[in-house]
T-cell receptor
Framework: GAGVSQSPSNKVTEKGKDVELRCDPISGHTALYWYRQRLGQGLEFLIYFQGNSAPDKSGLPSDRFSAERTGESVSTLTIQRTQQEDSAVYLC?????????????FGPGTRLTVL | AQRVTQPEKLLSVFKGAPVELKCNYSYSGSPELFWYVQYSRQRLQLLLRHISRESIKGFTADLNKGETSFHLKKPFAQEEDSAMYYCALNTFGNEKLTFGTGTRLTIIP
């Protein structure tokens, strides 16, 4: 079946503008994650959604970052008033969320460049 | 707080030689460890997880709780093993993964 998809694949924006990144998880996956990968660094956890539970927002770096998820489907990550340090690849992953931990399936990422 | 350390950013190995990618973690409880791999122009994907205790593409990794390590090994490197490898930690009841900074493995023909 189809894997996790993300759009756009690339986004170039000017400092101060807002951007919205989209993630379509694998159908039936109840858990959805957003990560950020800055150049030369590892993946940094941003936010986690699980079903109808309150999301785990503990990784969001500032209040300029927010994310929503509609039920168990699409999620959007919004960055307001973008800064140059927001430039990174933003990765989305989904999983079945089996007890004891499960495999996360990653999308291709959105490369964000803030000029 | 948990942390994953991959001390080598770059590793070059001749084809046919053994490969070892190092991973150390810090976590006081019972961790679950993973290796993820990203081949050129492909998405990040799971390579193996310690609870499965299986060999994938000839790679194995053993969790050593005494040394808090989860090194990835392969006895004979192949050119198609060239990729970026990430070690990741998941803790029980906490579904987010903590990733290391990754090691870029290059296999020299």
């Amino acid at each position: 079946g189809a894997g996790v998809s993300q759009s756009p694949s690339n986004k170039v924006t000017e400092k101060g503008k807002d951007v919205e990144l989209r993630c379509d998880p694998i159908s039936g996956h109840t858990a959805l994650y957003w990560y950020r990968q800055r150049l030369g660094q590892g993946l940094e956890f941003l936010i986690y959604f699980q079903g109808n539970s309150a999301p785990d927002k503990s990784g969001l770096p500032s209040d300029r970052f927010s994310a929503e998820r509609t039920g168990e489907s699409v999620s959007t990550l919004t960055i307001q008033r973008t800064q140059q340090e927001d430039s990174a690849v933003y990765l989305c992953a989904s999983s079945l969320r089996l007890a004891g931990g499960d495999t996360q399936y990653f999308g291709p990422g959105t490369r964000l460049t803030v000029l | 707080a948990q942390r994953v350390t991959q001390p080598e950013k770059l590793l070059s190995v001749f084809k046919g030689a053994p490969v070892e990618l190092k991973c150390n973690y810090s976590y006081s409880g019972s961790p679950e460890l993973f290796w993820y791999v990203q081949y050129s122009r492909q998405r990040l994907q799971l390579l193996l997880r310690h609870i499965s205790r299986e060999s994938i593409k000839g790679f194995t990794a053993d969790l050593n709780k005494g040394e808090t390590s989860f090194h990835l090994k392969k006895p004979f490197a192949q050119e198609e093993d060239s990729a970026m490898y990430y070690c990741a930690l998941n803790t029980f009841g906490n579904e987010k993964l903590t990733f290391g900074t990754g090691t870029r493995l290059t296999i020299i023909p």
